[in-house]
């Protein structure tokens, strides 16, 4: 879509820049170089961009029309970036939701979202169809893009085939917040964009790369930061359907990988692992982490075992696409445990609880100001007008930043674990347990643990006269509850949970235990 305004000196002509214009310009330069493979299928760019158009034209055959929301419930996989490539070409909204979610978790959101359509994986269909949404929605398989997008000639878009704006809405990326409804972070098309320029200037992403694609697609980390602004560049990308070690490293040797993304969780089962001794990582150059704290041990132990891999701390939140803060390699010896300085087009404030400015060191929470900002949460009025501030966005993270712009995460507003790189609210957790007819009273923290980061950790309080409770029973209620990642790790009945004068919980003293 075109626009033009006139000036004293001439008519100056502005095109706009959508998500699938980024594949679309990577075809014409790099037509028969791979751009994705995955299992058995291999995509180059020019592939890419006519199974785009393809999926674009299939939506509009089934009927969706411009600004409707397609879910996209599905395990990692090449059609799942058709899927999310196809909406954006087509101006349709996209909503990734993650798979583990079933039952009330997993309606809410496409009850919230208000999805027209959702597309799944075989073998989570049936989780689809027995919830109150996904019963009268039009739910179809995954699979069944394949022969729409590997079709002999498809015929490249047509002069006003789709008409999509910067400004349009791309996606529904849904965040876990203070409360156990998930929040729709509404991201345009220039918010998303923007975020890939600020991942390529802070990452060193190059044509040359050879990437790996583990963690979830659903996750904006894993698409956002990595996936799309490396196709934005023509670069070689891999995707593979989970994150397991020795099948990681084997693949890292006999492919010459030399990009990695994964949470801490993942690179502490890397380090731990014995191939990583014999396998020959020669090719491995730029090794990313984020979404958790990075345990410092490990980070030595990798580094020590590969001198010349780079590591990037990539910090943000799903609000802002999600990056907001990069710390690069040569910066993690004078800044350990840091998360870097802002992004390209990421501006920051801290403050403090009156909203007025701390200085350089003090703690505040930080705010943020980008063009890479969500509009609003979808159907939320009450938690956007909480969460901004005029332009600014309230993040929930208690930090300090130093003179020279570093900052450091020392805790969080809102209360919510951050368990192997995925957000809990603990509330939702709480409310599960306090189903049980013998719960007084329970809080639910994350604890350090060596392998999830952060382990979910209930305290609960029995009340007298009722039957005894175990903690595998605690453990199998949530279970029947809730996604597997929101299971209580650890369960401790305790005779009474440490309080304030106000009588509200002190979670702080149980994150000490």
Known sequence: MTTTRDSS????????STVSDLV?????RFAADTAIEFA????????????????ARELVRLGVTKGDRVAAYGKNSDLFVLLYLGCARAGFIHVPVNYQFKGDELDYILSNSGAEIVFADADLMSAVTSTPTGASAQVIDFADLVPVATTDSIAPAGAGEFSVDDTDVAQLLYTSGTTSAPKGAVMTHRALVHEYLSSLMSLDFAAT???????????????HVFLLPLLSIGAHNIIVPAPVPDQLLALFEERE???????PTVWVALANSPDLETRNLDSLRKAYYGASIMPGPILERLRQRLPKLGFY????????????AVLRPEEHDDHPGSAGRPVMFVETRVVNADGSNVGPGEEGEILYRSPQLCEGYWNRPDATAEAFDDDWFHSGDLVKVDDNGFIEVVDRVKDVINTGGVLVASRQVEDAIFELPQVAEVAVVGLADEKWIEAVAAFVVLKEGQPP????????????????????????????????SAGKILKRSLRQV
């Open 24 to 28: 679309r310009r990577s075809a014409g």
């Open 257 to 263: 990988i030399n990009s990695f993304f994964a949470a």
């Open 9 to 16: 000196e001439s008519t100056v002509t502005a095109q706009t």
């Open 469 to 500: 409770l175990t903690a595998d029973e605690v453990i199998a209620h949530v279970k029947s509850r809730l996604a597997g990642f929101k299971v209580p790790k650890r369960v401790e009945f305790v005779a009474e949970l440490p309080k304030n």
């Open 40 to 55: 058995d299928r291999t995509w180059t760019y020019a592939e890419l961009d006519a199974a785009v158009t393809a999926v």
């Open 209 to 223: 790369d050879r990437a790996v694609h583990a963690l979830p697609l659903y996750h904006s980390a894993q698409m």
């Open 313 to 324: 701390n990539c910090f943000g939140q799903s609000e802002l696409g999600p990056l907001c």
